[in-house]
């Protein structure tokens, strides 16, 4: 009786380690991940966030809400951060291996696209 209560113990544990294992090992593996995604995330809402500020500061110079001084110095100011941000998007974009030949062919497919769009609309004016 003793060697079953034993062994029922050894499963027992055995099963609560894979248990844990499995719950907790997400979290260990995926972290580079998150962190990944989070980042490119965090530039992508900052971009939006960005321009839509510098709508509402348009807006608020149209509305004479703020002087014309204080518009230009903070439109420079948002216009350089959204830059800065688009010029980081665009490094990434580049440093990706991209097939230059399958580019260059769908480039060609779609001004082909556009000509015979063009042609079509044309033709029937």
């Known amino acids: 009786m ?3 209560s034993i062994i029922t113990m050894i499963f027992t ?3 609560v380690l894979i248990c844990l ?5 997400p979290f260990f593996s995926w972290n580079s991940y998150l962190s990944f995604a989070n980042k490119g ?3 992508a809402s900052n971009k ?3 321009l839509s500020t510098l709508n509402e500061l348009e807006f608020e110079y149209k509305m004479d809400k703020i002087s ?3 518009y230009k110095n903070l439109k420079k100011q948002y216009e350089s ?3 800065s941000i688009m010029k980081e998007e665009e490094e990434q ?6 097939d230059k030949d399958l580019m260059a062919e769908i480039e060609s497919e779609i001004e082909e696209t556009m000509k015979s769009h063009k042609n079509n609309k044309g033709g029937g004016k």
């Open 2 to 4: 003793q060697e079953i």
């Open 13 to 15: 544990a055995a099963l």
């Open 21 to 25: 294992l499995l719950v907790l090992a």
């Open 41 to 43: 995330q965090d530039s």
């Open 48 to 50: 939006e966030v960005l």
């Open 68 to 70: 014309h001084v204080d």
């Open 81 to 83: 951060q959204v830059v």
């Open 93 to 98: 974009i580049r440093s990706q291996s991209v």
